[in-house]
């Protein structure tokens, strides 16, 4: 049972993959998905194997990794209908009550993707000491107000009934690439077969494929996850992760000018933080 930040009550089931050495024989790498993402990256199926593998990035024969599904992603077959009673500040919660059971009491690094990232600043926010390294990407500590419109419009076409999910997907696919880069892989091509834009049809296809593995009561509990990022600035200080923030620059959810200032903003309260100690 797990009593959210507002109050409710929820049975919650949290599942997780461990990959590489054996849990305690190596240095733990917590891998934090994000927002159509699982448990699942390492491996045949992973998402993310070109990076976490043997001899990859991620050696998988120097550390173990570890991965929890966000509870209502739906790749454990778990769901939470009454989604807006949650917030990222509660899935770190349980992603750090999660390492309280597996026994895990410091880690070598967190890597979080994007959500993924946005639920590692709250984990850091809560428990400081918990890492030696944070590794942030394509996300900031909280979400700003250019964010929050895309997910609202997100919302909105989620709580359509007609294809609300892969409209969804649409727009958010478009928010992963800048005019430029769409523009520079398409170039006008028109598909004489299917009679639409090849660009068209590239959104078209991520729609369905979306749609096909991905549950639209997920979709919302995802969005409104990504909504609601919100970590207090006078927290960050007290972070003591070496950080290595990274930017992604076609991506419009959290665009690399934001990650810089997050960057510079955070610079200067860590040189505040060590004259005031």
């Not at 999660?98 to 639920?119: P, R």
Request: glycine share 6%; with cysteine; aromatic share 10%.
């Amino acid at each position: 049972m797990y009593q959210t930040n507002s109050g409710k009550e929820h049975h919650i089931s949290l599942s997780h993959q461990l990959f590489g050495k054996n849990l305690f024989s190596a240095p733990i790498i917590l891998v934090n998905h994000a927002l159509t993402g699982n448990s699942d990256v390492s491996g045949e199926k992973g998402w993310w194997k070109k990076l976490i593998g043997e001899r990859q990035v991620i050696d998988t024969e120097k550390y173990t990794v570890l991965c929890f599904n966000i509870p209502g992603n739906g790749y454990d077959d778990f769901f939470i209908d009454e989604y807006e009673d949650f917030t990222p500040s509660d899935i770190a919660n349980i992603f750090l009550k999660g390492l309280e059971i597996l026994q895990i009491k410091s880690l070598h690094a967190i890597i979080g993707g994007s959500l993924g990232g946005g639920i590692g600043w709250e984990m850091l926010a809560k428990r400081p000491n918990l890492s030696e390294i944070f590794i942030p990407i394509a996300c900031d500590f909280r979400t700003h107000d250019w964010l929050h419109a895309q997910c609202l419009v997100q919302k909105f076409l989620l709580n359509q009934n007609d294809e609300p999910l892969q409209k969804a997907r649409i727009h958010a696919m478009l928010c992963y690439r800048t005019p430029e880069s769409l523009n520079d892989r398409f170039q006008n091509k028109y598909n004489l077969e299917k009679h639409r834009l090849e660009s068209e049809d590239w959104l078209i296809y991520h729609g369905n494929a979306l749609n096909e593995r991905f549950s639209l009561k997920s979709y919302k509990l995802m969005n409104h996850l990504l909504m609601n990022i919100n970590v207090e600035e006078n927290q960050l200080e007290k972070i003591q992760a070496r950080m290595h923030m990274i930017s992604v620059d076609t991506d419009l959810f959290f665009p690399a000018s934001e990650i810089r200032m997050c960057f510079e903003k955070l610079k200067e309260k860590r040189k505040m933080f060590s004259i005031m100690k």
